[in-house]
């Protein structure tokens, strides 16, 4: 029984990073680096269990929609100035509005400032997540291949050319800015659902340097491939802790280091990422 | 008034000492190096080890801890940049592998120090307070700003009058003319990131000594802050990077003085948001890119 | 009238990059722009296509302004234009180029394709026939997969303009469209550029090859250190001693 909540947990971290690492993914398609989406879901996991605190009767659904409508609210008149930066500008200045949101609650004494909301009911059960997960799948899935999906693309692979063809370039980037923003509410809320506390220092820079490495490791070039990335990168650490303790490893510095030496290779190596193994096994 | 403002070009001298590292770098490269912040920390803990195992004297373990930096510059270049130069996207790419060696980094520190806080041994520097008009400073203070202040000023006399600074500086403007004239382009580069890493490793140590404590994750704040440092001073400006440290230290001193504390991390977001919505050239920074 | 530059300039810093162009571009035709280096002809270009502003003059299509607007409006207005320096979407196949330059043509919304309507994907397949056709325009349709940045250096341009002409365009701008083609292949480019402008579209080519420039062009205007030095026909051109020095004096 002790085995199967393990996994339980396990299995919804892989969904709720799943959500995570394509929120990112969402901007990383079109080329932006944006880094804001650990402040997007730490604003989605406030609301939603403010919410389902203060509002009992609230169904799920609801705080889940709240949970994703507010982040992509705010989105909107962050990333229209942002969004004009950038390659390392824009990564920059979303690193700073995510820092702005974590100290926000860190100072907001309603929600017991860095001590965060604790006892939030338990309402995240695994099919929430993997339905939430499926739907941004299949929402990002078929984007590609329509005319949108077209200009993300060239969008990505060359900004300038892709406004002379007639690509409102703004529209676009804000659209994948609030999709992302969205997603990564619903995937805070659900967390904080799932594990009964929210609490500031969960969405430090840490939070969101997680979500790129997975979806880098993953590989942008498939819309599935940061899901691989996060389900790769949740698991392996559990799957490898054992032989870590046996070579004196403690967990925590172990997950950090595998993450970092997954990612170095991954990025010297397969800048595809992992999703281009597919890929050369199905052409082969 | 005096005393807070002592105070700033203290917390100051540090941030400069720390963003002139991350600027250099990215004046040359065009990349963000996010492991300068993991030098920084391990800087700090290797002076630690110098000074608290190996008992060697501060003024012997500082250079030692400086060096040990530098070349974890180099071995950074090595491994995270070099294999990455000529990619199309490699500003991002760099930004991302730096970051992997930055975790790689920062595990193996926590893996050997664990989390918490470690601190120097007592009497690892006299505590004297000196009075300087109104204000009063304890002497490492002053010592930090003093150092702080000469290791820019020779960075910018390396610059402006050595041969490798001569070179540092085309390789920055256009690395492709630079090798045409006859600059091994990759050993400039190597030697940028060397410097680059002792700045960021030798305010590690400063910082450290300053506030007598040291954890592995001391580092990213300050990150946070040598962030906005360089976009205040422009991108890839040593000049900007020096006085937007200063800056900044002042404007946080008299924030946290006006405002209470709880505000002195805003105040560092709300000049790089500003400035990066205003002026995203900073104060000193070059043209924009041409476009077509 | 389709397209009106009126005393158009550009300076960037202390460099007068363009001064006080005025001329016009008609339906219908081949209206060469040419000049030594550096004369001012690919910032002309920047300027129409909305990439850089004007520090003074209008330009106007069909006459409305249009020197105020993005880049991407005016593409909606009809101007579409190709690359000096190729710049194509090195990612993607040269069908896949030519796709996203039919992306003012497509009028689809998502969420057709998000309840997988079938309507969706008869879009999608008419989509790819019209890149299929353009690519055969410019000979290139069994290169439709190759991805674009596995194309020679002649087929990517190649790809460029089929590119910009997917959008059927009302002014085509073609900067030195056959630069590193071989002869066989440039002649294919200028046969096509008279069919274009037959067509009913202005096109405005700049071009270094003075016989293809002669050959194709109804007018030509002649800049030189951003200045228009010489305006007509490519015999009155050819002729004028203003032009002729310019030419000289570059190659001294
Ligand atoms: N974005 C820019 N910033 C600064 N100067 C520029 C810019 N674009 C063009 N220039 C300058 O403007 C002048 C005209 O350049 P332009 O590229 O328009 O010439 P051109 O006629 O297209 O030359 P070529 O035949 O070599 O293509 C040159 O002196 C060039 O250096
Ligand atoms: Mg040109």
């Known amino acids: ?284 | 008034m005096g005393q807070q403002a002592l105070n700033g070009v203290f917390v100051g001298s540090i941030y400069a000492l720390f963003a002139v590292g991350y600027t250099l770098v990215f004046g040359v490269l065009d990349i963000l190096n996010l492991a300068h912040q993991a030098v920084f920390m391990l800087a700090a803990f290797a002076a630690l080890l110098l000074v608290a195992d190996a008992h060697l004297p501060l003024w012997a373990a500082m250079p030692l801890a400086v060096l040990f930096a530098g070349l974890l510059g180099i071995l950074l270049e090595r491994l995270a940049f070099r294999p990455l130069r000529g990619r199309a996207d490699s500003n991002i790419s760099g930004l991302i592998s730096s970051l992997a060696m930055g975790t790689v980094f920062e595990a193996i520190a926590l893996q050997i120090f664990g989390p918490d806080t470690s601190r120097f041994p007592h009497g690892t520097f006299p505590d004297r307070l000196i009075r300087i008009g109104g204000a009063s400073a304890s002497l490492l203070q002053l010592c930090i700003i003093a150092i702080s202040v000469v290791l820019m000023a020779l960075l910018t006399l390396l610059l402006a009058r050595t041969r490798l600074g001569r070179q540092i500086r085309a390789v920055a403007e256009s690395p492709r003319a630079a090798r045409i004239l006859g600059v091994n382009v990759d050993r400039v580069i190597a030697a940028a990131f060397f410097i680059s890493s002792s700045l960021g490793g030798a305010a590690g140590v400063l910082f450290a000594l300053a506030f007598n404590s040291i954890s592995p994750d001391v580092g990213r704040s300050v990150e946070l802050k040598g962030l906005a440092v360089i976009i205040l001073g422009g991108m890839g400006s040593i000049p900007g990077a020096v006085i937007a440290g200063f800056a900044l230290g002042l404007i946080e001193v008299f924030t946290v003085a006006g405002f209470g504390s709880s505000y002195r991390d805003a105040v560092s977001f709300a000049v790089l948001f500003v400035v990066l919505l205003a002026r995203p050239r900073g104060l000193l920074g070059q043209a924009a890119a041409r476009e077509a | 009238m389709t397209l009106a530059l009126q005393s158009v300039s550009r300076s960037f810093g202390g460099v007068r990059a363009v001064e006080d162009a005025t001329f016009t571009v008609e339906k219908g035709e081949v209206h060469g722009l040419i000049g030594p280096n550096g004369a001012g002809k690919t910032t002309l270009v920047n300027l129409i296509s909305g990439l850089l502003q004007p520090t003074q003059g209008e330009i106007a299509l069909e006459g409305q302004r249009i020197d105020r607007l993005p880049a991407h409006r005016i593409a909606a207005r009809g101007v579409a234009r190709t690359y000096q320096n190729i710049r194509l979407f090195a990612g993607l196949s040269a069908a896949g180029n030519v796709v996203v330059g039919e992306h003012l043509r497509r009028r689809a919304p998502l969420w057709p394709r998000l309840l997988l309507l079938p309507s969706a994907r008869r879009e999608e397949r008419a989509a790819a026939q019209t890149a299929l056709e353009a690519l055969a325009r410019v000979g290139l349709r069994e290169r439709a997969g190759t991805a674009a940045a596995n194309l020679s250096y002649g087929e990517q341009r190649r790809v460029e303009i089929a590119r910009a002409l997917a959008s059927q365009p009302r002014v085509l701008l073609l900067d030195e469209p056959t630069a590193g083609m071989n002869p066989n292949e440039a002649r294919n480019v200028a046969r096509l550029v008279r069919e274009v402008a037959r067509e009913g579209r202005a096109v405005l080519l700049i071009e270094h090859n003075v016989r293809l420039v002669m050959e194709l062009c109804d007018r030509i205007t002649v800049l030189n250190f951003g200045r228009v030095i010489a305006r007509g026909g490519p015999a009155e051109v050819t002729k004028d001693p203003a032009v002729i020095t310019a030419y000289l004096g570059e190659a001294e």
């Open chain 1, 1 to 284: 029984m002790d085995l199967f909540l393990a996994y339980q947990s396990l299995i919804a971290f892989v969904g709720i990073n799943g959500l995570l690492a394509l929120s990112v993914y969402a901007t990383l398609c079109c080329g932006q680096l944006s880094l804001a989406n650990a402040g997007f879901m730490a604003i989605g996991a406030y609301t939603g269990a403010l919410i389902t605190q203060h509002a009992r009767g609230v169904p799920f659904v609801a705080v889940l929609a709240a949970s994703a409508l507010l982040p992509a609210i705010i989105a909107v008149p962050l990333g229209l100035p942002v969004l004009r930066l950038r390659g390392v500008f824009l990564a920059i200045a979303t690193i700073g509005f995510g820092e702005m949101v974590r100290l926000f609650f860190v100072n907001w004494d309603y929600t017991n400032g860095a001590l965060g909301l604790v006892a939030i009911p338990q309402r995240t059960h695994l099919w929430t997540i993997f339905l939430a997960l499926a739907g941004a799948l299949y929402l990002l899935g078929r984007l590609r291949g329509s005319r949108a999906g077209y200009a993300l693309e060239a969008i990505r692979e060359d900004e300038t050319a892709a406004r002379t063809m007639g690509i409102d370039t703004t529209a676009h980037k804000l659209a994948m800015f609030v999709l992302g923003a969205a997603i990564a509410g619903v995937a805070g809320a659900l967390e904080a659902h799932l594990t009964f506390m929210v609490a500031p220092s969960g969405y430090g820079f840490g939070r969101v340097v997680d979500m790129l490495v997975q979806a880098v490791v993953g590989g942008t070039a498939a819309f599935f491939g940061p899901v691989i990335g996060a389900a790769f990168l949740t698991v392996l650490p559990e799957v490898l802790r054992e032989a870590g303790a046996r070579l004196g490893f403690a967990p925590g510095p172990f997950r950090l280091f595998l993450n970092g030496a997954i990612l170095l290779v991954v990025i010297l190596f397969l800048p595809n990422g992992l999703v281009s193994l597919l890929r050369r096994r199905r052409a082969a």
